[in-house]
């Protein structure tokens, strides 16, 4: 709790973090000058409840301000009011002190409660207060967890290998306005390595139109989410995982991505975004190895040099490179990644015999 209202106080976020959170109220405070503010019934800050039975002490309705002092402490005001006349009011702190409300809603709920819902960027805020006439106390105050609960369907859908909705994606993809308190690097990495494996098993049972599929989705929802967080896209797109399995367009764009995630943040000592290499390379380096499989060498080949650049050290990569290339005639070309994947290996792997005659020019 502390860390996220540090954040979102410093104005990097503009939603709140899911948690119920129950608050004992301080002291009832009073604040005369509060009674003397004139009534505004469009003021999305100070909305004017219904005639009710909560409205006592006098007073023909009640009206709910939000507020902040010098000191930025933000609380809620409740005002008793005789038409645009402030009979009285109380004030309690709100624990939240994050950015600033958009607007707030009031509710009466039956004689001795009023719900304030507080909306920070489309995020509701919701806080459950005492009044019975005499106190003014905080209950509770919860934040609407609904797009965590959506991201996490998604992770486990796109990782678990269910792909049969493309609805699905885009009803739970578009609901997403604010991803930074939902997750973070470590859960998107997780989700690839998790899609990955499910990948590789329909790649050994023959289904590589699946296993590519599944490559596509994963890597296509990280780099979504993680250019969401870098502050990039207005809304997450899912791409179609039943159409064009061997589009060129969509791997160039998970890399940049990726790539602009490498370096981690030093402002603000969050490390959620940073995305090494390590967390994509192999899932990426996978799907283009599918590719290849089903002839595409000439969409896989540059996927394969970029991997290269992004990690030189990548043994496996320059063999891959090197079938492709050899594939589509370019033997000088396969001869120079041959080359570079046998400087690149350990000494306890086996060289491919393929590998060794091609070197020959026996092939």
């Given at each position: 709790m502390t860390r996220f209202m540090q954040r979102i106080s410093w104005g990097i976020l503009p939603s709140a973090l899911v948690a119920l959170m129950l608050t004992p109220s301080p002291a009832l405070c009073e604040n005369a000058a509060d009674a003397n503010a004139a009534v505004t019934t469009h003021d999305p800050m100070r909305p004017i409840l219904a005639p009710n039975k909560l409205a006592k002490n006098g007073a023909k309705t009640l009206a709910v301000q939000y507020e902040r002092s010098d000191d930025y402490k933000p609380k809620f005001i409740l005002q008793g009011l005789d038409g645009e006349k402030v009979l009285w009011s109380k004030s309690i702190p709100d624990p939240d002190y994050g950015a600033s409300p958009q607007n707030i809603d009031a509710e009466a709920i039956g004689t001795s409660q009023i719900k304030i819902t507080?909306?920070?960027?489309?995020?509701?805020?919701?806080?459950?207060c005492l009044w019975n006439g005499t106190d003014f106390k905080l209950i509770s105050q919860r934040v609407d967890d609904t797009e965590k609960k959506n991201l996490h369907a998604l992770?486990?859908?796109?990782?678990?290998?269910?792909?049969?909705?493309?609805?699905?994606?885009?009803?739970?993809?578009?609901?997403?306005?604010?991803?930074?308190?939902?997750?973070?690097?470590?859960?998107?990495?997780?989700?690839?390595?998790?899609?990955?494996?499910?990948a590789m098993k329909d790649?050994?049972?023959?289904?590589?139109?699946?296993?590519?599929?599944?490559?596509?989705?994963s890597l296509t929802a990280a780099s979504d989410l993680l250019e969401r967080?870098?502050?990039?896209?207005?809304?997450?797109?899912?791409?179609?995982?039943?159409?064009?399995?061997?589009?060129?367009?969509?791997?160039?764009r998970w890399l940049t991505v990726f790539q602009k995630a490498h370096i981690k943040p030093n402002v603000w000592q969050d490390d959620r975004t940073y995305f090494p290499p390590s967390d994509y390379i192999g899932a990426v380096n996978n799907y283009a190895f599918f590719l290849q499989l089903q002839g595409e060498h000439e969409k896989a080949i540059p996927i394969f040099k970029k991997i290269i650049a992004i990690d030189p050290e990548r043994s496996v990569t320059y063999l891959n490179l090197g079938d492709s290339l050899f594939a589509t005639g370019s033997k000088g070309a396969a001869e120079t990644a041959y080359k570079n994947y046998e400087l690149h290996l350990d000494k306890h792997t086996i060289i491919p015999e393929r590998v060794i005659e091609r070197l020959k020019g026996n092939l």
């Amino acid at each position: 709790m502390t860390r996220f209202m540090q954040r979102i106080s410093w104005g990097i976020l503009p939603s709140a973090l899911v948690a119920l959170m129950l608050t004992p109220s301080p002291a009832l405070c009073e604040n005369a000058a509060d009674a003397n503010a004139a009534v505004t019934t469009h003021d999305p800050m100070r909305p004017i409840l219904a005639p009710n039975k909560l409205a006592k002490n006098g007073a023909k309705t009640l009206a709910v301000q939000y507020e902040r002092s010098d000191d930025y402490k933000p609380k809620f005001i409740l005002q008793g009011l005789d038409g645009e006349k402030v009979l009285w009011s109380k004030s309690i702190p709100d624990p939240d002190y994050g950015a600033s409300p958009q607007n707030i809603d009031a509710e009466a709920i039956g004689t001795s409660q009023i719900k304030i819902t507080k909306y920070v960027r489309y995020t509701p805020i919701f806080s459950l207060c005492l009044w019975n006439g005499t106190d003014f106390k905080l209950i509770s105050q919860r934040v609407d967890d609904t797009e965590k609960k959506n991201l996490h369907a998604l992770f486990d859908t796109v990782a678990s290998g269910k792909l049969q909705s493309q609805a699905y994606y885009n009803n739970v993809g578009e609901n997403f306005s604010m991803v930074w308190d939902w997750t973070g690097r470590k859960e998107i990495a997780k989700m690839i390595k998790r899609a990955d494996a499910t990948a590789m098993k329909d790649y050994h049972a023959g289904r590589l139109d699946k296993a590519l599929a599944r490559e596509s989705a994963s890597l296509t929802a990280a780099s979504d989410l993680l250019e969401r967080i870098l502050g990039g896209t207005e809304h997450i797109r899912i791409e179609d995982t039943n159409g064009d399995q061997g589009d060129g367009a969509r791997p160039p764009r998970w890399l940049t991505v990726f790539q602009k995630a490498h370096i981690k943040p030093n402002v603000w000592q969050d490390d959620r975004t940073y995305f090494p290499p390590s967390d994509y390379i192999g899932a990426v380096n996978n799907y283009a190895f599918f590719l290849q499989l089903q002839g595409e060498h000439e969409k896989a080949i540059p996927i394969f040099k970029k991997i290269i650049a992004i990690d030189p050290e990548r043994s496996v990569t320059y063999l891959n490179l090197g079938d492709s290339l050899f594939a589509t005639g370019s033997k000088g070309a396969a001869e120079t990644a041959y080359k570079n994947y046998e400087l690149h290996l350990d000494k306890h792997t086996i060289i491919p015999e393929r590998v060794i005659e091609r070197l020959k020019g026996n092939l």
